[in-house]
């Protein structure tokens, strides 16, 4: 979220300057199916918007995990905790891997 003021595109256009460090912009759009806002770059401005403000710069994304790898981390270490042994039998092994596959989830929401 930004906490620049809204520019009406009649009074102005943004420039390269106004745009973050992925070039974009934040356009307010008023169309066919809703209003509301959205990112795109500062060249390209949408035809139903009405306004733009500047935001802010982007993460770093280079060491962050997703959801999903949060998700995967939580399984892994569960499951190895659990078993020890590499070799199991398939029945035990589909229940323990259901049984860490939603501990994982609940890990990873936790760490949000």
């Known amino acids: 979220m930004s906490d620049h003021p809204w520019v ?22 008023v169309g066919e199916y809703g209003k509301g806002n959205r990112s795109g ?11 733009w403000r500047m935001e802010t710069d982007a993460p770093e994304t280079s060491n962050a995990l997703t959801q999903k790898q949060l998700k ?16 199991l039998e398939r ?14 989830y609940s890990v990873a929401r936790q760490s949000l």
Do not use: M
Not at 10 to 20: L, M, Q, R
Not at 21 to 29: A, G, I, L, P, R
Not at 41 to 51: G, K, L, N, V
Not at 94 to 104: K, T
């Open 8 to 29: 009406p595109l009649t009074e102005s256009k943004p420039t390269e300057k106004h745009a973050n460090n992925d070039q974009e912009v934040s356009y307010y759009y």
């Open 41 to 51: 770059h500062w060249q390209r401005i949408p035809d139903d918007a009405t306004h």
């Open 72 to 87: 995967e981390d939580g399984f892994k270490t569960g499951f190895l905790e659990r078993f020890q042994n590499p070799i």
């Open 91 to 104: 029945s035990l092994a589909e229940n323990e891997c259901r049984f860490f596959y939603d501990l994982g």
